[in-house]
């Protein structure tokens, strides 16, 4: 060998370290890491090994070797690994060592046995504790600000999932209450040759607080702690009623909840079965005694019984609880609607998590002193998924047109739901979007409209105690210029609408709410006043959470959300 190949060859050796390994000669970079994942049975292929918290990762071959490569040199790193089907597992490593990691298999079936963890502070020991104690700031939680330093059960105690058994609008309804405790008449029945027994209207002799499922069902749970109480009503999804749990359940629907969900049950279009809301859909690993397991959307979280699933980052796992069918009337439905839109593309869509829990800024989500690490704050993301104003206020855009043609004030206005992944409104058939137009003259008076669409009764027919100040004052708007989106629901046998008692049968009587990327355009005109030469033209989109007239039936406090507005000065070409 020449003297240059000498020192060439030396200075590789200096560089690289020479193993054997089944009758191979590896040669290993010094800063890079190497090994296998085994199991019980021998090696794993297919397992996902990254230097924690970091993009640094490789997928084992099919002999379950890796090599971790580009490292920082003398530093020593923990090493992860995860295979589907087993929990996650980690090790120290520093760059130049050959590591074996073993991963273990986590549970694949489900313990009905299995007590749920709370959410909140709690005693007990590793991991079979509150999810506070590592997960929130402080005892008492505070209400933080989105982003100031925020942990998944502080913004988890801010969301409306944690006051789905608590809800006051929820359990009004269910007891057929207002929210003084005002008990509505138990429903009356009628009786025929044909049919047999059938529902009437509520006795308007009678004082009424508003529908509730005991009215009309008072000898049945129902099937409203499927989504309501999810962790009482896992292993009896029918048997259930709402307002008598407590410990766990109680805290609606509870992290521990969520993070045992391993699966959904879908038809071959991708979307739940009819009348299987909630637990009815979901499949679950709640661990055998001695164990724990937690699913999630990381796969380097170790120490501990954690995985990965890729349902947590997905739409689907928020199907069961937003898609239902109730005496074969599709009631909810903004997952269904959400999957035939173009969001739903797995190459430039959006998912539910996007928009509804999206990154807030926050470094950790666990605290520091119990382990937590700093992680890329885009992956982290908010558990508070509650629909705010400020969600409200950017889910569509509206334009406004207007001129004046001789006698007349014309205003165009077209509403886009550019910004949402399902319809608008969405979800429960309370929901309404309400456009208000107005023109007044100088002298601040009304036009009369002469053409254009009015605001239906159901948006508000004035009470006669109620004194008229403007045009919809107090929320009262039905005959004012505009219109009104929502799907509208019809109980088959009272003939009842709107309703929101879909545990009864109803039907679809109209629904004109705008489907993702979709537009309404409508237009209205105005008689002009003689004496004014300048007119003002106020137009408001107004988010409603329920009809108002069971707003009043229960003493709902829920104001009104205004989503857009625009005003236009216009003036006569004198």
């Given at each position: 060998?020449?003297?240059?190949?000498?020192?060439?060859?030396?200075?590789?050796?200096?560089?690289?370290?020479?193993?054997?390994?089944?009758?191979?000669?590896?040669?290993?970079?010094?800063?890079?890491?190497?090994?296998?994942?085994?199991?019980?049975?021998?090696?794993?292929?297919?397992?996902?090994?990254?230097?924690?918290?970091?993009?640094?990762?490789?997928?084992?071959?099919?002999?379950?070797?890796?090599?971790?490569?580009?490292?920082?040199?003398?530093?020593?790193?923990?090493?992860?690994?995860?295979?589907?089907?087993?929990?996650?597992?980690?090790?120290?490593?520093?760059?130049?060592?050959?590591?074996?990691?073993?991963?273990?298999?986590?549970?694949?079936?489900?313990?009905?046995?299995?007590?749920?963890?709370?959410?909140?502070?709690?005693?007990?020991?590793?991991?079979?504790?509150?999810?506070?104690?590592?997960?929130?700031?402080?005892?008492?939680?505070?209400?933080?600000?989105?982003?100031?330093?925020?942990?998944?059960?502080?913004?988890?105690?801010?969301?409306?999932?944690?006051?789905?058994?608590?809800?006051?609008?929820?359990?009004?309804?269910?007891?057929?209450?207002?929210?003084?405790?005002?008990?509505?008449?138990?429903?009356?029945?009628?009786?025929?040759?044909?049919?047999?027994?059938?529902?009437?209207?509520?006795?308007?002799?009678?004082?009424?607080?508003?529908?509730?499922?005991?009215?009309?069902?008072?000898?049945?749970?129902?099937?409203?702690?499927?989504?309501?109480?999810?962790?009482?009503?896992?292993?009896?999804?029918?048997?259930?009623?709402?307002?008598?749990?407590?410990?766990?359940?109680?805290?609606?629907?509870?992290?521990?909840?969520?993070?045992?969900?391993?699966?959904?049950?879908?038809?071959?279009?991708?979307?739940?079965?009819?009348?299987?809301?909630?637990?009815?859909?979901?499949?679950?690993?709640?661990?055998?005694?001695?164990?724990?397991?937690?699913?999630?959307?990381?796969?380097?979280?170790?120490?501990?019984?954690?995985?990965?699933?890729?349902?947590?980052?997905?739409?689907?796992?928020?199907?069961?609880?937003?898609?239902?069918?109730?005496?074969?009337?599709?009631?909810?439905?903004?997952?269904?609607?959400?999957?035939?839109?173009?969001?739903?593309?797995?190459?430039?869509?959006?998912?539910?998590?996007?928009?509804?829990?999206?990154?807030?800024?926050?470094?950790?989500?666990?605290?520091?002193?119990?382990?937590?690490?700093?992680?890329?704050?885009?992956?982290?993301?908010?558990?508070?998924?509650?629909?705010?104003?400020?969600?409200?206020?950017?889910?569509?855009?509206?334009?406004?047109?207007?001129?004046?043609?001789?006698?007349?004030?014309?205003?165009?206005?077209?509403?886009?739901?550019?910004?949402?992944?399902?319809?608008?409104?969405?979800?429960?058939?309370?929901?309404?979007?309400?456009?208000?137009?107005?023109?007044?003259?100088?002298?601040?008076?009304?036009?009369?409209?002469?053409?254009?669409?009015?605001?239906?009764?159901?948006?508000?027919?004035?009470?006669?105690?109620?004194?008229?100040?403007?045009?919809?004052?107090?929320?009262?708007?039905?005959?004012?210029?505009?219109?009104?989106?929502?799907?509208?629901?019809?109980?088959?046998?009272?003939?009842?609408t709107p309703t929101g008692a879909y545990w009864n049968p109803t039907r679809i009587l109209s629904d004109n709410r705008i489907p993702a990327m979709e537009s309404d355009t409508t237009s209205y005109i105005f008689r002009t006043s003689k004496d004014s030469e300048t007119f003002d033209i106020s137009v408001k989109l107004i988010y409603r959470r329920a009809f108002i007239e069971l707003i009043d039936q229960k003493g709902w406090d829920v104001p009104d959300i205004l989503m857009e507005q625009e005003t236009i000065k216009m003036?006569?070409?004198?």
């Amino acid at each position: 060998m020449s003297s240059g190949k000498k020192i060439l060859s030396q200075f590789i050796i200096s560089i690289f370290g020479v193993f054997m390994l089944a009758g191979f000669v590896i040669v290993k970079q010094e800063n890079s890491i190497s090994g296998i994942v085994v199991d019980q049975s021998g090696p794993v292929p297919g397992a996902v090994v990254r230097i924690q918290t970091t993009e640094t990762s490789t997928i084992t071959d099919e002999d379950g070797r890796f090599v971790l490569t580009d490292l920082p040199a003398a530093k020593t790193l923990f090493i992860t690994a995860w295979a589907s089907g087993y929990y996650i597992v980690g090790v120290e490593a520093s760059p130049g060592d050959e590591i074996e990691i073993h991963i273990e298999p986590h549970t694949d079936v489900d313990n009905p046995d299995y007590e749920w963890l709370p959410s909140t502070f709690h005693p007990g020991q590793g991991e079979n504790q509150g999810c506070a104690e590592c997960h929130a700031n402080d005892s008492p939680l505070p209400v933080l600000e989105e982003g100031a330093g925020s942990l998944p059960v502080d913004e988890w105690l801010q969301d409306a999932h944690s006051q789905a058994a608590t809800n006051p609008r929820f359990l009004s309804m269910y007891l057929g209450q207002d929210l003084d405790g005002n008990q509505s008449p138990q429903t009356r029945y009628g009786t025929s040759r044909d049919y047999g027994t059938f529902p009437l209207r509520p006795d308007p002799s009678k004082p009424y607080y508003g529908p509730g499922y005991k009215l009309d069902f008072p000898e049945t749970a129902g099937n409203c702690a499927a989504c309501h109480t999810p962790a009482a009503s896992v292993n009896n999804p029918y048997g259930i009623d709402p307002t008598a749990v407590d410990g766990v359940p109680a805290e609606g629907v509870p992290c521990d909840f969520c993070h045992k969900i391993w699966d959904v049950k879908l038809d071959e279009g991708g979307i739940p079965f009819p009348n299987m809301p909630g637990v009815l859909s979901f499949e679950f690993r709640r661990p055998p005694d001695g164990h724990q397991f937690f699913a999630g959307p990381y796969d380097d979280v170790a120490p501990g019984e954690d995985t990965y699933s890729a349902l947590q980052t997905e739409s689907q796992i928020c199907a069961p609880c937003h898609f239902g069918v109730f005496w074969d009337t599709l009631v909810y439905d903004s997952f269904g609607e959400w999957l035939e839109s173009e969001y739903s593309s797995p190459d430039t869509g959006q998912t539910c998590q996007d928009c509804h829990m999206p990154p807030l800024g926050v470094t950790h989500f666990a605290k520091p002193d119990k382990g937590g690490l700093a992680r890329d704050p885009e992956t982290i993301f908010s558990h508070n998924m509650t629909v705010t104003e400020e969600l409200l206020q950017n889910a569509v855009s509206m334009d406004v047109e207007a001129e004046i043609q001789g006698d007349r004030v014309i205003v165009e206005v077209t509403v886009t739901n550019d910004k949402t992944g399902h319809h608008v409104p969405t979800d429960s058939p309370l929901r309404q979007m309400i456009l208000l137009v107005e023109v007044t003259d100088s002298e601040g008076n009304l036009l009369s409209q002469v053409e254009g669409s009015t605001v239906p009764d159901w948006g508000g027919v004035q009470p006669a105690e109620i004194s008229q100040i403007s045009a919809g004052s107090a929320g009262y708007y039905a005959g004012h210029p505009g219109t009104a989106y929502a799907k509208i629901l019809q109980e088959m046998w009272t003939e009842v609408t709107p309703t929101g008692a879909y545990w009864n049968p109803t039907r679809i009587l109209s629904d004109n709410r705008i489907p993702a990327m979709e537009s309404d355009t409508t237009s209205y005109i105005f008689r002009t006043s003689k004496d004014s030469e300048t007119f003002d033209i106020s137009v408001k989109l107004i988010y409603r959470r329920a009809f108002i007239e069971l707003i009043d039936q229960k003493g709902w406090d829920v104001p009104d959300i205004l989503m857009e507005q625009e005003t236009i000065k216009m003036s006569l070409d004198v």
